[in-house]
């Protein structure tokens, strides 16, 4: 093997450390010092009954609801054509009623599919991630709008032809005379403001709290549009199979929504009672918030998955952000460790112990259950390196591992000392690439030098958007294939 880059810092793994008779963890007495629970020696494993591993993702369940969601669209498009007759379309403006009853379901069908998206579905979540579930809603995004407003312009036109009035004579006797129509433009309004806000450009330019209550009215946009299609839509209401396919539809979405999104996170808070223990700073700016909680033995959790954090304090407590566990949970205490971004991030130094939490998840696929082989490289910078410190803890211990972690100085490394203590108990291997990225690079032949196995391995990558995208294509170039580099982007 040929000697490291002069400024890079190669850690071996140190010896195991000793095995001492553990004592229940007590709480730190200061902010400075760290909880004794999760310093990733075996020592402090005392606190832990026995703790629930995370669900395995079932991928099939995940392609059994994809193949229900090609097969609604199908069943939508064939109910629309098979309910037009000759005679409906030889009828004035016959053909752009039905172009506008086509526009007009496909759209509510795209509006539904959005919704169940970001349904946060567990079988969902855990199979393909929230991330890729995030940029699927937002790829099919614009359709539901343009397809309505395609469904306004036809349905104008072909009512105007049926009444021989002129297109803005109808568009006003639509507005005057047909309230669920009035409703429905409003929804249309809606739908069109959380579009634009979503756009990339002006989604930039906006916070992301401001970005989110906009997003709110969707579903506002959404029980005006469910009361149009009750009122007016002639196919739903005389043909019962449109009927009980439409009803069914909607009520699955509001069902769904309601489960997931309401219920399983009060039922969860309801039983872990959260409430945060100690803040320690880590390095400087990035503090571990560990909470502690009843029953948390119960909480079926993944190394390298997050949940949504809300603190209930003053200013906090109606926003909630998506942090990953530091740690595995060892019950009753729970770990994230939060970099100082923003407003909220900030914000999290100052918690106070005995504050309430309210978590939603565990979400994410960035979990041992994605590898394919039993060699795994983790490879991650700034507080990228906290979920790779969780799934280094729960690979199995027949997986070969190798850590690389990246930072300007050894100080910005955080958790360090967790991540070597790790790594040596499973006789792994520890490289720390210290320095300014042009001189310590992390090209393909370093990682092929430092890993010598890297083509056959599964890569984890965490850390800011630039290095993920770098070593994504670094260890590309090195030979790894794409279905084995594992990435999480700390921004949706
Ligand atoms: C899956 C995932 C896991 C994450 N895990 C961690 C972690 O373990 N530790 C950590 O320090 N950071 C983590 N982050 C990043 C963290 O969520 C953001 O830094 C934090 O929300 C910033 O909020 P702010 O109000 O402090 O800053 P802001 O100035 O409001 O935002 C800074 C950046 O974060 C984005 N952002 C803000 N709020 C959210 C939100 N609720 N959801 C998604 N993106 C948001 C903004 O678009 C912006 O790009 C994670 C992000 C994601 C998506």
Same mark, same amino acid.
């Given at each position: ?81 098979? *309910? ?22 496909? +759209? ?23 991330? =890729? ?39 006003? /006797? ?15 309004? %809606? ?66 929504? %309601? ?65 990953? %566990?530091?740690?595995?949970? *060892? ?32 979400? +994410? ?19 990228? /390196? ?22 300007? *100085? ?14 040596? =108990? ?27 196995? /890297? ?38």
């Amino acid at each position: 093997m040929n000697p490291p880059p002069p400024t890079t810092e190669l850690r071996p793994a140190s010896p195991p450390t000793s095995a001492k008779p553990a004592r229940p963890a007590t709480l730190p007495k200061s902010s400075k010092q760290r909880h004794p629970v999760f310093t990733g020696s075996a020592t402090t494993k005392a606190p832990s009954r026995t703790r629930r591993a995370g669900h395995a993702p079932r991928p099939i369940v995940a392609d059994a609801l994809g193949a229900l969601g090609g097969l609604g669209f199908g069943l939508t498009l064939a109910l629309v054509v098979i *309910n037009e007759t000759p005679g409906s379309l030889a009828s004035p403006g016959g053909w752009f009623n039905a172009a506008g009853r086509l526009t007009g379901f496909l +759209g509510s069908y795209l509006m539904l599919m959005m919704v169940f998206l970001i349904a946060r579905i567990p079988w969902l979540e855990r199979a393909v991630g929230q991330d =890729q579930l995030v940029r699927w809603h937002r790829r099919i995004g614009g359709w539901p709008v343009i397809f309505i407003a395609l469904h306004i312009v036809f349905v104008t036109l072909g009512y105007a032809k049926m009444d021989g009035v002129g297109p803005l004579k109808q568009l006003g /006797i639509f507005v005057m005379h047909y309230p669920d129509v009035l409703a429905s433009m409003v929804a249309f309004a %809606l739908l069109v403001m959380v579009g634009v806000t979503s756009y990339r450009i002006v989604r930039k330019r906006q916070s992301y709290e401001n970005w989110w209550a906009v997003h709110l009215y969707t579903y506002l946009a959404l029980a005006l549009a469910f009361a149009h299609q009750v009122v007016t839509g002639a196919a739903f209401l005389h043909h019962p199979m449109s009927r009980t396919f439409w009803i069914a539809a909607w009520v699955g979405a509001a069902l769904t929504v %309601l489960a997931f999104r309401v219920s399983l996170p009060l039922i969860r808070n309801a039983r872990y009672r959260l409430k945060v223990v100690s803040v320690t700073e880590e390095v400087s700016g990035v503090f571990s918030i560990v909470c502690s909680g009843q029953k948390l033995s119960r909480l079926a959790v993944s190394g390298g998955q997050f949940f949504q954090w809300r603190f209930l304090t003053r200013g906090l407590w109606w926003q909630a952000h998506p942090y990953s %566990l530091s740690a595995l949970p *060892n019950p009753p205490y729970i770990r994230v460790t939060v970099k100082d971004l923003g407003d909220h991030s900030g914000s999290v130094a100052r918690l106070k112990p005995g504050t309430r939490v309210f978590v939603e998840g565990p979400y +994410g696929a960035f979990t041992h259950h994605a590898r394919e082989t039993n060699r795994v490289v983790l490879v991650g910078a700034g507080v990228g /390196i906290t979920p790779l410190r969780a799934i280094l803890e729960d690979l199995p211990t027949t997986v070969d591992v190798t850590v690389i972690v990246r930072g300007s *100085n050894a100080e910005d490394l955080i958790h360090r000392d967790e991540m070597a203590a790790l790594v040596s =108990q499973r006789g792994g291997v520890l490289h720390e690439l210290v320095g300014s990225r042009h001189k310590v690079k992390l090209d393909a032949a370093t990682l092929r030098r430092l890993v010598p196995s /890297i083509a056959t391995s599964d890569v984890y990558v965490c850390g800011p958007a630039a290095f993920t995208d770098h070593v994504t294509a670094t260890a590309a170039r090195a030979g790894v294939r794409e279905e084995r580099i594992h990435t999480e982007v700390f921004a949706f």
